[in-house]
């Protein structure tokens, strides 16, 4: 079901929202710069949203859902590309100047007026199937690890290691259509630390002192991110009597997971009981945020979730364009955790870090 309610503000972002709280972590363009030039950095992102077309014609051109897929899959290629070409050319075209929230909309928009509503469906359930018949040997892996500070390391590192999956990125789409990822092997091959941003070590402190009552936790794609990646961590979390709710994308885009999908992997997941393998789910909370793009505006979140969340003392947002791209420095009022692995160079040179660095930024509530 797609949310009807209007939007409204995270209710954990820190006020005065508009003075504190940008949806961008890279800034595009200053003040000072001509309003009808490109900046070098707005070049730079729509060339990367440019070099992505091709992988998204290619999905796009084997919809079994859409009629006359591949004529209009080259009329979303052309448009798209035009659109682009356009704001190099006068920043304040198509609703303009861009940054990457704008970018994402416009290309939704091309698709969706295309007739294209999941391009990347068959990819996901794929995805979805795989991870799922490997969630008992990664949560039964990860059991066997006694103590619980190394235990949650190795949580975090699958969380990272999941989320490679990504087909937004140029790279990794290319890489995955030629032979797929392993999940296990992603973990063992998780670039060494310490990572471009690593509070890793003062979080573990923290896990072994502390607990949270309720964790909100945005989820990323489909697959081995949220099956093998983030579902083992939010068991953990209900094991230690944390409350979690996982929030997904209201519709589809890319390869991220949506409400109505993240449902239905969690009802295959959990036994008769309503266990997770031998922990109690009924804590587990699953939510509709509203959004529908692979980045997230928090000032617009469905009010479904800003319900559930309004008494939460965790936030975590899980992947590049939503923990990364979108809200690295977005303040909040409580404990929370920005993680996700850098797949565009563009992030990498911004951050000064390596591709397919990591990222796990930790702030306690009074840090910001």
């Known amino acids: 079901m797609e949310s009807t309610s209007p939007a409204v503000p995270f209710p954990l972002l820190q006020m005065p929202i508009e003075s504190k709280y940008r949806a961008c972590t890279i800034p595009y363009r200053f003040p000072e710069d001509n309003p009808r030039k490109a900046t070098p950095v707005e070049i ?12 998204f014609r290619q999905r796009a051109e084997s919809d079994p859902t859409v009629v006359d897929a591949p004529a209009k899959a080259e009329k979303f290629a052309q448009r798209y590309t035009e659109i682009c070409e356009d704001l190099k050319k006068n920043p304040e075209s198509h609703g303009g100047p861009p940054d990457c929230i704008l970018l994402c909309q416009l290309r939704e928009q091309v698709l969706r007026e295309l007739g294209f509503r999941d391009i990347f469906k068959r990819v996901k359930d794929d995805e979805n199937a795989k991870a799922i018949s490997l969630f008992e040997d990664v949560i039964r892996l990860n059991d066997a690890v ?26 990794l789409a290319e890489v995955f259509a030629r032979d797929g990822m392993s999940f296990l092997a992603s973990c063992q091959n998780l670039m060494s630390r310490p990572w471009v941003i690593d509070d890793l070590d003062n979080f573990k402190l923290k896990w072994s002192k502390k607990s ?29 009597g944390t409350q979690v709710v996982l929030a997904a994308n209201d519709l589809p885009s890319i390869n991220d997971v949506t409400y109505p999908e993240l449902v239905e992997i969690v009802s295959k997941l959990k036994d008769e009981n309503g266990q997770l393998m031998g922990v109690d789910a009924s804590g587990l909370l699953i939510a509709n945020s509203g959004n529908d793009l692979p980045v997230i505006n928090l000032t617009s979140v469905s009010p479904e979730l800003a319900y559930l969340a309004s008494d939460a003392d965790l936030v975590i947002l899980e992947g590049m364009g939503r923990a990364i791209e979108t809200n ?37 509530a009074s840090n910001y």
């Open 212 to 240: 949270w009552k309720k964790a909100v936790i945005f989820v990323d794609n489909s697959g081995a991110d949220v099956v093998l990646g983030i579902l083992p961590f939010a068991r953990e979390l209900l094991r230690r």
């Open 146 to 171: 006694e103590d619980e500070v190394k235990r949650v390391e190795n949580l975090i590192r699958g969380i990272l290691a999941g989320n490679i999956f990504d087909l937004g990125s140029a790279q």
């Open 328 to 364: 690295l420095y977005a303040p909040f009022k409580c404990d929370s955790i920005k993680t996700g692995m850098v797949k565009h160079p563009e992030v990498a040179q911004f951050l000064g870090g390596r591709l397919y660095d990591c990222v796990f930024k930790y702030n306690e």
């Open 44 to 55: 730079q992102w729509i060339d990367l949203f440019l070099n992505s077309v091709p992988s």
